[in-house]
């Protein structure tokens, strides 16, 4: 049995209107993933579970760029980078 979730998206002004789909080739896959990752957390019937893994991968993959974390994540790190990282915090 398959269970078809419908799929919602949010404008600007918080309206439920569909919003228009972008030309081929003007957003990137990255933006396509970022967006249907927000989907999933402002959809009302999706469970927690899909809440909760679409929050971590925005988290992980889409953090802000201004942030005061370094800019590469812990295990993408080498020993000495995170003994700098970890003495920037002592």
Do not use: C, H, W
């Amino acid at each position: 049995m398959v269970k078809r979730i419908r799929s919602i998206d949010i404008t600007k002004d918080g309206s439920n209107a569909p919003a228009p789909a972008p030309a081929i080739g003007q957003t990137s896959l990255r933006e396509t993933v970022k967006q249907a990752l927000l989907k999933i957390l402002n959809d009302e019937s999706a469970n927690a579970a899909a809440k909760a893994s679409a929050s971590r991968t925005l988290l992980e993959y889409f953090d802000d760029r201004d942030s005061a974390r370094a800019t590469r994540r812990g295990v993408d790190m080498t020993a000495s980078e995170l003994d700098a990282a970890i003495a920037l915090l002592e």
